[in-house]
Nanobody
Framework: QLVESGGGLVQAGGSLRVSCAVS????????MAWFRQAPGDDRESVAA????????YYVDSVKERFTIARDNAKNTMYLQMNSLTPKDTAVYYC????????????????????WGQGTQVTVSS
């Protein structure tokens, strides 16, 4: 089970951190990721982290602004979001994959088998 938290309302230029806690068996989790979906848009990838070695991936639009991290001891993944803009407004979902995904596969949503319920992030202008 995946439980997101930390969403909310923030002004443009502000920061927010969202978390995703994994409960139950975690030995099959090799990659975790954040996706987001804005109203009327398709779900898009944001960032991913490989559980074993911490390798990270980002979509170009969030590079230098967002940081993904994981805490293996707490079975929790984080997304620190800085310099937020209204274009970042969306429901943010965390997801886990059995596969040890790479730069060519981390952004494909069908590679992820478990999804959280989502947390709303709203950035006002």
């Amino acid at each position: 089970q995946l439980v997101e938290s930390g969403g909310g309302l923030v002004q443009a230029g502000g920061s927010l951190r969202v978390s995703c806690a994994v409960s139950g068996r975690t030995d099959s989790v090799n990659t975790m990721a954040w996706f987001r979906q804005a109203p009327g848009d398709d779900r898009e990838s944001v960032a991913a982290v490989r559980w074993s070695d911490g390798t990270t991936y980002y979509v170009d639009s969030v590079k230098e602004r967002f940081t993904i991290a994981r805490d293996n001891a707490k079975n929790t993944m984080y997304l620190q979001m800085n310099s937020l803009t209204p274009k970042d407004t969306a429901v943010y979902y965390c997801a886990t994959a059995r596969g040890r995904l790479s730069s060519g596969s981390w952004y494909i949503s069908s590679n992820y088998g478990y999804w959280g319920q989502g947390t709303q992030v709203t950035v006002s202008s």
